[in-house]
Every structure is written in structure tokens, then in C-alpha cells.
């Protein structure tokens, strides 16, 4: 085994490669990783980065544990922003943990 | 029956702005002053010895509301570590005090020594 993988082993995850997603819309008070302007959007998990401490958790001084599963998912920028004038090709690659994602 | 009152809509942190125009960008490096570097080093060890988190710090400078587009990125970043170090009981605000009181002392400076800055332009 390569002392350098590219996918962290992640036992438990509700997504998988190519899964359609939706980010969660709303604006739960508190420190929250995903920004506004995704939030409603669909894309594609690009990859699943591994299991983390939330950092939802963390930015309170708990210790964010059990992680989550963050994912990097890959959105249309002409379906991120509206008006978009670049190519219908480009995308944008945001890392967003399990719990604001569902299933499209 | 009168109206129910509108649902409040909730606001976006003041450090979600993706998206919002930006205006002009100034490119000039600016360097770092004194205090920002030694800001720099506390945040710093503060982090690497486990203090703090920079989670927490993100959080701390999110909750600073309307002042997070007023100050500057230094200011901003050392007031939230202010903060957090005086939520986590890790210094007290008497303890803070206390102390820029005295740093504070220390430049009184007499006005003979004082520096040409400070005394003005010559009349």
C-alpha cells in the first residue's frame, strides 16, 4: 500500500462517488461551515475526504467527536450563480460535511 | 384578528459573503507592524499548545457582528482571541485590565524625550 492514499478509508457514509446531492437550505444560528450561497444547491460528491471533527462543535470548545464524513462536492457554476457568463463547463469544489447534504 | 407577526429572516454571519461585491481590492503589501506579529505568535502558541482552537477563533471573530467589516484583519483576529481567552476563563477581564493599565503607564513618556512624531510639527 502507497504510504500516500488518496481516499481515506471511511466506513460509514450515506454517499458515494457520483451521488446527486443538495446542500441543506436555512440559517441555523451558531458557526456553520457551509456558505450561504450554496445552501439550496445540488451538485455531485467528487470524493469523500475522510472523517473529521466537526468543526460546528469545535468553534465551542467540544471536542467535535464522533467526526463526520466530509465530502468535496462539485457544482455547475452556471447553476451556482445566477447570470454566470462563463462556460456551461466550469465548476466549483466546495468540501461539505454529511450533515448538510441530501440526497437530490 | 390582527396580522401575525412576520417571521423574523435571519441574517447570514457577517463573514459569509461569497458572492457580495467586493469592491476594490487593495493589492499593496502592507507588511506586518510589531503588535501584529507578536498577535501572530500568541494566536500562534496559543494553537499550537492546545489553548485554544482555530475553530473557536473563527467562531469568536463571526460573533463580533457589525465590528467583523469595521476592523482591520489584525484587529479583528486579536480582539476574537481576546474574547476567547476571556470566555474560556483562560484570563479575566480584571486581569486584562490590570495589565494595559500598566503597559499603558509605561508610555508616559516626559515630554522632553518625546518623540518628534508625537510632539507635532515645529511652530
Known sequence: M???QTVTPVPDHHFDIGDQVTIKRGH??????????IRGKTGEI???CGVFPNPEELAYGFDGLPGRVLYRVKFKQTHVWPGYTGPDTDIIEMEIFEHWLEPA | MSEPPPVPQPEKGPHDMGGENAGEIDTIDQGMTFWQRQANAL????????????DELRRTAEDLGNDYARLAYFEKTTTALRNLLVEKDIIGEDELTAKMDEIRARFDVPDEMESEIKKGPAT
Do not use: C, K, M, Q
Open chain 1, 2 to 4: 502507497s504510504a500516500f
Open chain 1, 28 to 37: 441555523p444560528p451558531g458557526h456553520r461551515r457551509t456558505p450561504d450561497y
Open chain 1, 46 to 48: 467528487e470524493r469523500i
Open chain 2, 43 to 54: 494566536r500562534g502558541v496559543a494553537i499550537g499548545n492546545n489553548v485554544i482552537v482555530l
